[in-house]
């Protein structure tokens, strides 16, 4: 299974999209087509991420621009550019200091991409129970001592079920966390018929009549057939179904079924493979995906299979295999365990097929400049190989001499020169495709390319072409064990592109929300299209405020990672931002998240309390009020008399060094006449200087004594209020 993608095709084919929100863990989905220059500017400069390795597999530093040679289609390149870049190797005990996650995420200024980018596919789909426990643990291991400080890493499961980035070292406890919950889906057939894939893809599709009577032996010997050969083994006439080739059709009809549910479960894992590398173009830096699976075979009918190649070399970002099979041996299925022993001669051709179940995967890896670690029990090392071989890797650009815009793939090959090549070998793409007139090179290759929505949404990294900030709210408890949260999106209105008409200023986004809970993957979605029409005072209030976004949800506790994705309709650019939070757990004694601002809503009815006015960054004017408003559930409440709670709060507004600029003494919350509890503090910040300070909540129960402490940081800014 894929992440859902359907209704970011509305976004394409349809002049809106229809609101929806609902909880899904998202079917396979077809990858949608669009075209994409292979070039985005008008200077063609082709950079290559070249990695030189010893016999070891270890990465060799020291090498400058002067020793290395590039050759496209065999003419040599000047090379006008080069880094060289080595990361020191850190153990998670020596890992940098994380800071602290703020209240709202922002695109703005996001971070320099220093680190490496790994994508790895935990190919659940293709893993049986066994090996995913043997891939979990190499890929924890992975996680806990081959990434560096400063890497981002996305884990990603081909049956849908996590497509989660963090950046390390925070990060990692997040990603382990969810790799625990994955599990191999992929069951061995043991039945009497039982037939490989590579076996039925050379009887289905190229009707080998010896492979299939192989086959059918096997099923004879597994009491597969019944009486269906004589004495002599000779075939009798009902052995065939007539067709031309007379293969036997129990094995015509096992090797069909076989193919067919292969096909399906390669495309799917071959699709999120090309989605999320085509996710990392534009990323800077060394990249690369590990592909964590048994595999799959090399079919020549699977376009799949090219367009994951394609996608490789255009992001520059090769593929590592990992065998999860380990040392190869003849597999459970065909062991006497499930039947009579096979025959000597097909016994050692089950062997030797074996060793072509994985042919595509090992074929994908070498075409895009990766390795493979198979027949090994030691998967945990070969994956520490990926990370050892990209620590010290060379930048290097040229501008090609071929200038002709022909679309057509050009082979790349980069060597040391002379006794500088001697023990050790390069690793670098293969080559790249042409830009080409008039014509997107994706389309002329014939590979399928990603809208950028969809790449938006499936990045590492964040887009910083429309300005976002985003932020999450925690309330009531909607329904059972799932919290109220209102996910709230601030879009930066000044870069728009408005068309004035009838005195109002108009511009058109697409606006898209995509949460995933950690603990079960399950996918939280919203999108629509927003028209704006502003009249000029609100469009010069929103230049101010930004332009404000909420959107509710009913979720159940746990983690989550929030993707915000904003596309101007009439330019097409985009804004990305990642935000990560957390909804506690219902039913006990808690506070709702604290709603900070600086100004009220009195829209409502005229005896209506106000309420504060959401704001996504918390930053505040010299001289503001500060209004905090929660709200408290899970209250002891009185067992005989108002049956009431009995709870008071007070709060405590400190630098970030500890000074104490403000506090209050406790007071009672008084309940409304259901027992609801709300507190709404108005505190003014005459007299604090600039800085970031946070307010402390202290709120305690009475009748239970308890108390909890909420804390909730903010920013006081140096322009004074209005």
């Known amino acids: 299974m894929n992440k859902p993608c359907l209704p970011l095709l509305c976004l394409l084919l349809a002049p809106a999209w229809s609101p929806e929100s609902s909880a899904q863990t998202p079917p396979p ?59 020191t190797q850190t153990r998670r005990g020596t890992d940098l200091v994380t800071p602290p996650r703020e209240s709202f995420s922002t695109n703005e200024g996001a971070q320099a991409r220093q680190g490496r980018t790994f994508v790895v596919v935990f190919d659940d789909i293709h893993l049986s129970a066994t090996q995913a426990h043997r891939a979990k643990a190499a890929v924890g291991e992975f996680l806990n001592t081959a990434v560096a400080p400063g890497d981002v890493v996305t884990l990603v499961a081909t049956a849908g079920s996590a497509w989660w980035t963090a950046r390390m070292p925070g990060g990692r406890d997040q990603l382990i966390s969810i790799l625990k919950r994955l599990d191999g889906r992929f069951v061995p057939d043991s ?193 520490a190989r990926v990370s050892s071989e990209s620590r010290t890797y060379y930048l290097l650009g040229y ?68 300005p976002l900030r985003v932020t999450a709210y925690t309330f009531d408890e909607s329904l059972l064990n799932q919290l109220s949260t209102t996910v709230v999106t601030e879009i930066d209105i000044r870069g728009l592109g408005f068309t004035e008409a009838e005195g109002r200023s108009k511009a058109s986004v697409a606006f898209l929300i995509e949460a995933q809970h950690r603990e079960t993957g399950e996918y939280y979605r919203y999108d629509q299209t927003i028209e704006m029409s502003l009249l000029p005072e609100t469009r010069e209030r929103l230049a101010r405020t930004w332009y404000q976004v909420p959107r509710d949800f009913a979720l159940p506790p746990g983690g989550y990672q929030a993707k915000v994705v904003v596309r101007e309709m009439s330019t097409g650019r985009i804004g990305s ?90 007071t009672r919350i008084n309940p409304t006449t259901l027992g609801a509890l709300l507190r709404l503090n108005g505190i003014s910040l005459a007299g604090a200087e600039p800085g970031d300070y946070e307010i402390v909540l202290q709120v305690k129960d009475e009748l239970a004594d308890r108390s909890l402490e909420v804390r909730e940081p903010f920013v006081i800014e140096a322009t004074a209020s209005s």
């Not at 270890?58 to 400058?64: L, S, T």
């Not at 380990?326 to 030797?352: M, Y």
């Not at 090179?441 to 072409?465: F, H, M, N, Q, T």
């Not at 506690?584 to 009195?602: E, H, M, N, Y």
């Open 29 to 87: 989905a077809a990858v949608p087509t669009a075209e994409q220059p292979a070039f985005p500017t008008q200077v063609e400069l082709v950079t290559v991420d070249a990695v030189v390795v010893d016999k070891r597999g270890q990465a060799v530093p020291g090498f400058a621009k002067d020793d290395f040679v590039i050759t496209e289609n065999g003419r040599p390149q000047a090379i006008s550019s080069f880094e060289a870049v080595t990361l």
């Open 191 to 383: 039945s009497p018929d039982r037939i490989t894939e590579y076996e039925a893809m050379r009887i289905e599709v190229y009707q080998d009549e010896q492979m299939a009577w192989k086959v059918m032996r096997r099923f004879d010997a597994y009491g597969a057939v019944g009486r269906e050969k004589d004495a002599r083994g000779a075939r009798p006439p009902d052995a065939t179904d007539g067709n031309p080739g007379m293969i036997p059709s129990l094995v015509r009809q096992r090797a069909l079924e076989t193919y067919q549910l292969a096909t399906s479960r390669n495309k799917i894992t071959l699709r999120v493979m090309e989605r999320a590398i085509q996710a990392l173009a534009g990323t800077r830096g060394r990249k690369a995906m590990i592909l964590v699976s048994q595999g799959f075979i090399f079919d020549i009918q699977l376009d799949e299979m090219k367009d994951v190649v394609d996608a490789s070399r255009r992001v520059n970002a090769p593929i590592y295999f990992v065998d999860t099979r380990g040392l190869q041996a003849l597999p459970e299925a065909f062991t006497a365990a499930f039947g009579r022993p096979l025959e000597t001669q097909d016994t050692v051709a089950v062997l030797a097929d074996m060793t072509r179940e994985a042919e595509g995967s090992e074929a994908v890896a070498l075409d895009t400049g990766g390795f493979v670690v198979k027949n090994s029990n030691d998967i945990t090392a070969g994956m």
């Open 399 to 466: 501008n090609p001499t071929d200038l002709t815009r022909d679309g057509k793939f050009r082979k790349i090959e980069v060597k040391l020169l002379g006794a500088k090549g001697k023990g050790v070998t390069v690793r670098a793409r293969r080559g790249y495709y042409a830009p080409r007139d008039g014509v997107a090179a994706k389309k002329a290759s014939g590979a399928r390319e990603l809208p950028d929505v969809v790449r938006a949404l499936d990045s590492p990294y964040e887009i910083r072409e429309v």
């Open 577 to 666: 931002v990642i935000h990560e939070f957390e909804v506690p757990a219902g039913g006990g004694f808690r506070v709702s998240t604290p709603i900070l601002s600086d100004a009220l809503d009195r829209s409502g009815e005229p005896d209506a309390a106000p309420k504060p006015v959401l704001r996504v960054r918390p930053a505040f004017p010299l001289g503001a009020t500060l209004y905090c408003q929660f709200a408290v559930f899970g209250a002891t409440k009185e067992d005989t008399g108002s049956l009431m709670p009995r709870v008071s709060s007070s709060y405590e507004i400190r630098r970030t060094d500890g000074r104490v600029f403000k506090r209050s003494n406790p």
